[in-house]
């Protein structure tokens, strides 16, 4: 049975209210317990808790703005550039091992922790109706007909 496209858009917006809601959460928890955060901020960075206030503040301003209709483009463009810049954390976590939360991961657990990355960049890109795939085939079509 096929969807139709209202019921599609409330799947959608579903969707987009959970996500940004659980970025919303997770960016007051910066605020509630930024100890919890602070050991997985890379050193040459300096000012663990600086940046996990900063990180939580942009946690929880792209996750509102995600769920408003009117700033969700927006929003998402950032978010997937923040969740790509952050994924520096847990490099900087996996490299040396640092446990969070009092526990280290298994490299099986990192993997899915980098998987797991993909995937909430995969649904910042779906939810603010972004294709890469498309802007990139654009962009080389415009420049091989101006040649």
């Given at each position: ?9 409330i799947?959608?917006n579903?969707?987009?209210v ?7 959460y997770?960016?007051v928890?910066?605020?509630?317990d930024?100890?919890?955060?602070e050991?997985?901020?890379p050193?040459?960075l ?6 996990v ?8 301003v ?11 483009k927006?929003?998402g463009?950032?978010?997937v ?6 994924y520096?954390?847990?490099i900087n ?5 640092i ?8 490299t099986?657990?990192h ?6 990355q993909?995937l909430?960049?995969?649904i910042?890109?779906?939810i603010s ?8 085939r654009?962009?080389?079509n415009?420049?091989r007909n101006?040649?």
């Amino acid at each position: 049975m096929l969807l139709n496209s209202y019921t599609l858009l409330i799947i959608k917006n579903v969707i987009t209210v959970i996500y940004g809601s659980w970025f919303i959460y997770i960016g007051v928890q910066h605020f509630v317990d930024p100890e919890w955060f602070e050991p997985i901020v890379p050193s040459f960075l300096g000012f663990p808790k600086f940046w996990v206030l900063v990180s939580g503040f942009l946690e929880i301003v792209l996750g509102m703005f995600l769920i408003i209709p009117l700033t969700r483009k927006f929003s998402g463009v950032c978010l997937v550039l923040f969740l790509i810049i952050i994924y520096i954390a847990n490099i900087n976590m996996w490299i040396f091992d640092i446990p969070i939360g009092g526990n280290r991961l298994s490299t099986q657990g990192h993997i899915i922790r980098a998987l797991a990355q993909v995937l909430l960049i995969i649904i910042a890109l779906y939810i603010s109706e972004i294709n890469p795939i498309n802007y990139l085939r654009i962009k080389f079509n415009n420049a091989r007909n101006r040649n």
